[in-house]
Each structure stands twice: as structure tokens, then as C-alpha cells.
């Protein structure tokens, strides 16, 4: 019955991502929580974690037993973010690295700074995320959603992977979204240069670009026993949804999830013993169907053709 009732929340999405599709579903999870010191001995880094989920994922981690590392463009709101995870989890190992996500420089004197500092990394949360008003570019001519969800992500992977390879069982996530069930691969115009530019579209093009490389990033780092996987938070009160998506965000306010909860299968993904099975979109804890629409399903060859594009626009190599 249950079950039935999930399948039904995936199908009319809209109960599904709120609040009340969260305890519908929590009701049915069979697998238990982490224990509360599942990640002690761990080091997690969390991209845009000064506010929203990604503080929240950063938090939930630290008080797991997580060495927890935030990954913030702007210091100021990191420092914040770190004191309310200290005064949150008294005795909490968090610290603070610069990173614009969407700046190849950034990243690179990032995964610098990380390397210093840390043996290893064991856990590595995609989570920052833009949703711009214009269409604008990073410093390399980069479209900002394409830079800040997908190559900075590749790219910060891709520097990290001498830690990440050290842990064993390191656990790679991306925030994505299923705003991106209404797009398809955006494979003719990945830094969306025709058209009329509308945000809302460029942000579910790059979060379907994130859900699609997940099971060709998890191949490609799987001898290193580093898995990948993607997830959709639901739609989660944060400043990010409230400044970018006022009037919708207002409308369903009540109906929407705490950022805590907006985390909790990040934080699932991350915590539970044995690993899932890696390689999938996963919400609420479960792994999700990418598509509900034809007009958004492709060809391998195309997912392929887009992945050399983005690998050699984040500056990895191919192999
Ligand atoms: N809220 C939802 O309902 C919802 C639904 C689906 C998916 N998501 C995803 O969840 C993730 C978190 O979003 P949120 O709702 O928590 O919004 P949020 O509160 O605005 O958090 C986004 C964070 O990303 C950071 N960020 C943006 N661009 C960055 C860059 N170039 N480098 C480093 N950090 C950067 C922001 O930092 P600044 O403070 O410096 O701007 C901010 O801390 C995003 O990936 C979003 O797409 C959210």
C-alpha cells in the first residue's frame, strides 16, 4: 500500500516533493538510519554550504563524527555557517575553504588548499547551485549554470581524486533536481546560446546534464572504489528557492520541506553501510526514474557526445 502511494507521489510530483510526500515516504524506509557516529574518522567537503541544504548536509554530517569541510564562495557566510554548526554540535571538527565553484582558478587553489590540509576525503557533496535572472558567463566564457553544476564539479572531482582514492569508500553526490525532468539533454546548445535565455530553463538543462553524467562519472572512478550518485532534495525552504522562485515559492510555502529534510538522503547516501548501489538518481532514499516524458530520452551516443564537450570544457581529460 505503501509502496503503491510512493509510486503515485513520483507520478504527480507535486505532493511527492513537499513536506508531507517526505513523511509518506519516511514511513516506508526499511534500511535504518546511520548509526549517530556512522562518520567518525571521515572527511566530508560540502560545496555552497553557507546556507540552505547545504549547510544543513554539512551540519547533519559534522554531527555524525565527520571531519566537515564547507566549501563557500563568500567566507563571511561560511565563518557564519560554521559557528551555528559549532553551537549546533558542540565539538564538531568543521573548518572553511574558499571555493567559487564556477571558477577554475578557485578550484584548483581549492583542491590545493584540501590536499595540504587533508590525507584523504571520503565524502564530496555537489550541492551549490544557481539559478541566475540573465544569462551570464564565468571568466572562461562559460554559461554560470553549465560552470557552477556541472564542470566545476567535474572539475573539483577531478583535482580531488588523489584524496578521494586514498578513503576507500569515498562517496561522491550531486544536488540535483527534478526541475529537470521537464528538459532533455541540452546536446546541440549545452551553453545555451540560442534562444531566448530563461534561467529556470538553463538551471534544469545543466541539473539533467548532472543526473545523466552520474552513471558515466560513477564508471569512470569506479576502479579508484569512488561512486557516484545523484539525488533530488524536494522543494526545500531556502534562501535560494525563495529569492530565485518567489511567487511559487510563497504559494506553497507551508508545503515546503525543511532544509534539514531537503538533506536527508544526501546525508543517507553518504552514511549507510554497505554503499548503495552506485550510479543512480535517487529521492527520499530511493533510486527515482529519470524520465517521465519521451521528449526527453536520448540516444547513448548523444549523452556522449555532451560529456567530451563538458570533460574538455572543465579542463579533464577524456580517459
Ligand atoms: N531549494 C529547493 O527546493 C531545491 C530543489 C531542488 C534542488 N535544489 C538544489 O539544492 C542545492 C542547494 O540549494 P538551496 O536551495 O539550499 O539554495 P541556497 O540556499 O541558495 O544555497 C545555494 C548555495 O550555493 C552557493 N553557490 C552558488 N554559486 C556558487 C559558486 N559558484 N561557488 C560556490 N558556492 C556557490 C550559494 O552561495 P552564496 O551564498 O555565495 O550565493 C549558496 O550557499 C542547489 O544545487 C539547488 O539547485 C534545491
Known amino acids: 500500500m505503501i509502496r503503491t502511494l510512493d509510486a503515485l507521489l513520483d507520478r504527480t510530483i507535486v505532493p511527492g516533493y513537499t513536506r508531507a510526500g517526505y513523511h509518506l515516504r519516511k514511513i516506508c524506509w526499511t534500511r535504518e538510519d546511520p548509526a549517530e557516529d556512522a562518520l567518525r574518522g571521515r572527511t566530508a567537503l560540502v560545496t555552497g554550504a553557507g546556507s540552505g541544504i547545504g549547510a544543513a548536509t554539512a551540519a547533519r554530517l559534522a554531527a555524525l563524527g565527520a571531519s566537515t569541510v564547507l566549501a563557500v564562495r563568500d567566507l563571511g557566510r561560511g565563518e557564519r555557517a560554521r559557528r551555528e554548526i559549532l553551537d549546533a554540535v558542540p565539538g564538531a571538527e568543521v ?8 571558477e577554475p582558478d578557485s578550484i584548483d587553489a581549492c583542491a590545493g588548499a584540501l590536499g595540504d590540509d587533508f590525507g584523504t576525503l571520503d565524502i564530496l557533496v555537489h550541492n551549490a547551485g544557481v539559478l ?3 544569462r551570464a558567463e564565468n571568466s572562461r566564457g562559460h554559461e554560470l549554470t553549465l560552470a557552477t553544476h556541472v564542470l566545476g564539479p567535474l572539475r573539483l572531482t577531478a583535482r580531488l581524486v588523489p584524496l578521494l582514492a586514498g578513503s576507500g569508500d569515498a562517496r561522491v ?6 526541475g529537470m525532468y521537464a528538459q532533455p539533454l541540452p546536446v546541440g546548445d549545452p551553453e545555451y ?7 529556470a530553463t538553463a538551471y534544469a538543462r545543466s541539473k539533467r546534464i548532472q543526473v545523466a553524467m552520474t552513471p558515466l562519472l560513477d564508471q569512470r572512478l569506479a576502479d579508484q572504489r569512488i561512486s557516484v550518485q ?11 528557492l525563495i529569492s530565485a522562485l518567489p511567487r511559487f515559492g510563497n504559494a506553497i510555502r507551508p508545503a515546503l520541506r525543511t532544509a534539514e529534510q531537503g538533506a ?11 554503499a548503495p548501489i552506485s550510479g543512480h538518481f535517487w529521492h527520499d532514499r530511493r533510486i527515482r526514474r529519470e524520465h517521465y516524458l519521451p ?6 551516443e548523444e549523452l556522449l557526445s ?6 574538455g570544457a572543465a579542463g579533464v581529460r577524456a580517459a
Do not use: I
Open 173 to 178: 553526490v550531486f544536488v540535483a533536481s527534478g
Open 95 to 102: 573548518h572553511l575553504v574558499r571555493c567559487d565553484v564556477a
Open 264 to 274: 536527508d538522503t544526501t546525508v543517507w547516501l553518504t552514511a549507510t553501510t554497505p
Open 295 to 300: 521528449y526527453t530520452r536520448y540516444p547513448e
Open 193 to 199: 546560446r540560442r534562444g531566448e535565455y530563461r534561467g
Open 306 to 311: 555532451l560529456w567530451h564537450y563538458c570533460l
Open 132 to 134: 541566475p535572472g540573465e
Open 230 to 240: 545523484s539525488m533530488h532534495p524536494g522543494w526545500v525552504r531556502t534562501p535560494g
